[in-house]
């Protein structure tokens, strides 16, 4: 997903059109949400179709349990940002509690997000 968003992000019509929409600034910068590679997603759900389930209302959070500045993902994907203020209601900071699937199956994730745009650019 982050690289056909980057790749739409970037081009010049995109952010021509972003300009004319948007003329504000988040104020809280720094919001934080829990982001997760694709393939860490991957191996939690093979490993929840090879565990016998004690039934099939089973919930396992995927995550990384821990929150991504907003901020540092966009200054890693593009030059050109716009920010629009905070909606009534909108969660600043998320992140998803994962020790029941650490615990039950063992699944911790592989891949820093944040590293993984890095070195992906």
Do not use: C
Request: glycine letters at 4%; charged letters at 25%; proline letters at 4%.
């Amino acid at each position: 997903m982050i690289p056909i968003f980057t790749s739409v992000v970037n081009r010049p019509d995109f952010i021509e059109i972003q300009k004319k929409l948007f003329d504000k600034f988040l104020d809280d910068e720094y919001q934080t949400r829990d982001f997760v590679h694709v393939s860490d997603v991957v191996l939690s759900n093979i490993l929840v179709s090879q565990k016998e389930l004690k039934s099939y209302r089973e919930v396992y959070n995927v995550g990384t349990g821990e929150g991504a500045e907003i901020k540092k993902i966009a200054n890693l994907v593009s030059s050109y940002q716009i920010s629009v203020p905070e909606r009534p209601g909108e969660i600043l900071h998320s992140r998803s509690s994962v020790d029941k699937i650490k615990n039950d199956l063992g699944w911790n994730p592989s891949i820093n997000v944040l590293d993984w745009i890095k070195n992906n650019d």
